[in-house]
């Protein structure tokens, strides 16, 4: 994939991969109860602490038609209500707001 791409298209890539999480980011840090967990720069994948029941989450990202964010409780205890969430190319700008749609309707 990345050969056929070639060094142009891979920056191409990279830059919309960078642009559509921070844009990600930025929209969701808005909602109530939702935080950054850290500051520092990232590409296309970023922490964030989500302030919601996981059960109620889990449910309005699946009446959206959501797969994920991965909980890092899962693997780190002690992280409750915090979750990674990756954005690349594949996302379009409509699964974007729907995701953001389905954290503030929980």
Not at 5 to 26: C, D, S
Not at 42 to 59: G, M, Q, V, W, Y
Not at 61 to 71: E, F, S
């Amino acid at each position: 994939y990345m050969s056929l791409l070639g060094p142009k298209g891979l920056r191409k890539l990279a830059l919309i991969n960078v642009k559509k999480a921070r844009e990600t980011r930025e929209r969701l840090i808005k909602i109530p109860g939702v935080r950054a967990l850290t500051n520092e720069p990232f590409f296309n994948e970023f922490t964030l602490s989500i302030d919601r029941e996981p059960k109620k989450l889990a449910e309005s990202l699946r009446r959206n038609r959501i797969m994920g964010p991965l909980a890092l409780d899962r693997f780190y205890p002690e992280m409750k209500s915090s979750y990674l969430i990756a954005v690349t190319e594949n996302r379009t700008d409509e699964d974007l707001a729907r995701f953001a749609k389905a954290v503030e309707e929980s």
